[in-house]
Nanobody, 120 residues
Framework: QVQLVESGGGLVQPGGSLRLSCEAS????????MGWYRQAPGKQRELVAE???????NYADSVKGRFTISRDNAKNTVYLQMNSLKPEDTAVYYC??????????????WGQGTQVLVSS
C-alpha cells in the first residue's frame, strides 16, 4: 500500500521558519511530480509549490521568494522550506505525489496533512 508521511508542522511566530517533509513508501512504482498544497478554514485547497523529477519548480505568487521546494529522489521525499512566514500562511499543508506506471498511467496520492499556525 502506498503511503505518504508528513512531518514538520507546528506553531511559529510571524517572520519565523518551518521545514516540512513528506516521504512516500518504497512500494510506489515511479514518481513524477511532487508538490505541496494548503487549505485554510473556509477556503479551497490551493497549490503552494511543485517540483518535477529533474528539478524544475513552480510556485504560487504568494510564496515566491519565501518558500523553497526540493526533493530527494533516492529517498522518495519532498521538502518545503518556509521562511518569513506570515499569518496568512496559516493552513493545513498536504503533500501530493504523482505515480506513473506503464499500465495505468498517472495516479495521485495525498499525505495526511500537517497544521501550520503562524501567530504571535
Amino acid at each position: 500500500q502506498v503511503q505518504l508521511v508528513e512531518s514538520g508542522g507546528g506553531l511559529v511566530q510571524p517572520g519565523g521558519s518551518l521545514r516540512l517533509s513528506c516521504e512516500a513508501s518504497r512500494s510506489i512504482f515511479s514518481i513524477t511530480v511532487m508538490g505541496w498544497y494548503r487549505q485554510a478554514p473556509g477556503k479551497q485547497r490551493e497549490l503552494v509549490a511543485e517540483v518535477a523529477r529533474a528539478g524544475s519548480t513552480n510556485y504560487a505568487d504568494s510564496v515566491k521568494g519565501r518558500f523553497t521546494i526540493s526533493r530527494d529522489n533516492a529517498k522518495n521525499t519532498v521538502y518545503l522550506q518556509m521562511n518569513s512566514l506570515k499569518p496568512e500562511d496559516t493552513a493545513v499543508y498536504y503533500c501530493k505525489v504523482a505515480e506513473i506506471t506503464p499500465w495505468a498511467g498517472r495516479k495521485d496520492y495525498w499525505g495526511q496533512g500537517t497544521q501550520v499556525l503562524v501567530s504571535s
